[in-house]
């Protein structure tokens, strides 16, 4: 049987061997370390005999191989279609929500007041003419989805585009936030790096950045 | 099939993620690559480190090979590109002519790479040299006439079986008998040779 293998090694090597076997000696070679040894003197001999350059030095393959291994895989090798097809995905929907946060209008704040802090204002009278809709029923309502973040969290707030007055925090939607980072969180795992990150544009305060006699602390 | 074939078959198995189908491929080409950077890097041990970046570079690049052209043809521009780097990095200046691929294994710059190697090393090339021609003045004339038809003449077996008037697939048994009984000899000087540094 070895005889056999290593013949067919022989005929390998000349280019003399059919397809079939060709494929699984190849198989066979990949994994047998006798094999590929065997297969290395063969080209030594043919390298003397040809007179041509004999640059054997041990573990010269070893080496490469052992560079190989610290080494990422080959450029250009084909990624599986359900990965490529997760990254497109994941940044198109990040340019979506880049886009929606940079264009969106800042809601109308009274001077002052601090964002996302809607809970401790008075609730908002109802304007005249329009429905009143109580929360229950806002609640009830299948449209309704409730933020992952709780709305009255105190958030820092940086400016959102260079015209902007520096003094006046943007406006960040709560639930906006908190889908951006829900679906960077979901993304992070598998997508590559893209600036979803730096539309992280705000962040809930920190329960020991809050000053003592804040109403939070109480 | 030709050896382009099994050249191709090995890098299709690359492209697929199989790493010791690279490593065959480096068996078989180290000694070409290393003759051919010899033409732009006259000390060995220089010369095996860029011969090794070569090979790194083709395997990183491999995705992009289609065959268009020869495997070795392919991985020969990128040793010379390597070698070149190589140099203008050290501050040398490359030639500005390259050989022409089919020249390459023929070129006489291993002469030069002698000079550089370590004389345990030089000892050690000619020692492998006289034991292959030693085997084959011994070998039957049969198995002599078969080998030297193809390894020194590159004949294909059929060109081989008409000239010694004899089946191919005596011809393939001869020209493996042969290989095998060098390689009988050559056993102890090559796993010597595998564990120096």
């Not at chain 1, 041509?52 to 190989?68: D, H, I, K, P, T």
């Not at chain 1, 003094?167 to 829900?182: E, F, G, N």
């Not at chain 1, 960077?184 to 590559?192: C, I, V």
């Not at chain 2, 390597?82 to 710059?109: M, W, Y």
């Amino acid at each position: 049987m070895n005889e056999q293998m290593h013949e067919q090694l022989s005929a390998l090597m000349d280019g003399e061997l059919e397809r079939e076997p060709m494929r699984f000696l190849l198989r066979r070679l990949t994994d047998d370390a006798a094999l590929a040894q065997r297969w290395t003197r063969y080209h030594v001999i043919r390298q003397t005999l040809r007179r041509q350059e004999v640059a054997f030095a041990g573990g010269f393959a070893e080496s490469v191989m052992a560079r190989l291994e610290r080494e990422a895989r080959p450029q250009g090798q084909v990624r599986p279609q359900w990965l490529r097809l997760g990254a497109g995905g994941a940044i198109a929907a990040s340019v979506a929500v880049a886009a929606l946060m940079l264009t969106r209008p800042a809601p109308e704040q009274p001077s002052g007041m601090p964002l996302a802090s809607h809970a401790d204002a008075p609730a908002p009278l109802p304007v005249q003419g329009a429905p009143a809709v109580s929360v229950a029923a806002t609640r009830s309502s299948p449209e309704f989805r409730a933020p992952l973040l709780v709305p009255n969290a105190p958030v820092e707030t940086a400016p959102v585009s260079f015209g902007s007055d520096l003094s006046q925090p943007a406006a960040v939607d709560p639930r906006l936030q908190s889908y951006v980072i829900r679906h960077y969180e979901a993304s992070g795992a598998t997508a590559p790096s893209v600036f979803v990150p730096y539309v992280l544009l705000s962040q809930p305060q920190r329960e020991e950045r809050v000053p003592a006699d804040s109403p939070q602390a109480r | 099939m030709g050896e382009s074939d099994v050249d191709q078959a090995l890098v299709e198995r690359v492209q697929k993620g199989d790493k010791g189908a690279f490593d065959l491929l480096v068996r078989k080409y180290q000694h070409k690559l290393v003759s051919v950077i010899s033409r732009y890097v006259n000390d060995w041990s220089e010369c095996q480190d860029v011969a090794q970046e070569a090979f790194v570079r083709a395997y990183r690049a491999i995705g992009s090979f289609r065959g268009d052209a020869q495997f070795y043809t392919w991985i020969y521009k990128i040793a010379i590109n390597t070698a070149k780097n190589h140099l203008v990095s050290q501050g040398r200046r490359p030639p500005t002519e390259d050989i022409a691929v089919e020249d390459a294994v023929q070129f006489e710059g291993a002469s030069r790479l002698h000079e550089s190697a370590t004389p345990e090393r030089e000892l050690m090339r000619q020692e492998i040299e006289r034991t292959v021609f030693d085997t084959v003045e011994r070998l039957p004339e049969e198995l002599k006439t078969a080998i030297t038809l193809r390894e020194v003449d590159g004949l294909s077996y059929e060109e081989i079986a008409e000239a010694m008037n004899c089946p191919i697939g005596t011809v393939r048994s001869r020209i493996f008998r042969a290989r095998e009984a060098i390689d009988e000899q050559l056993r102890p000087l090559l796993s010597e040779e595998t564990r120096s540094p």
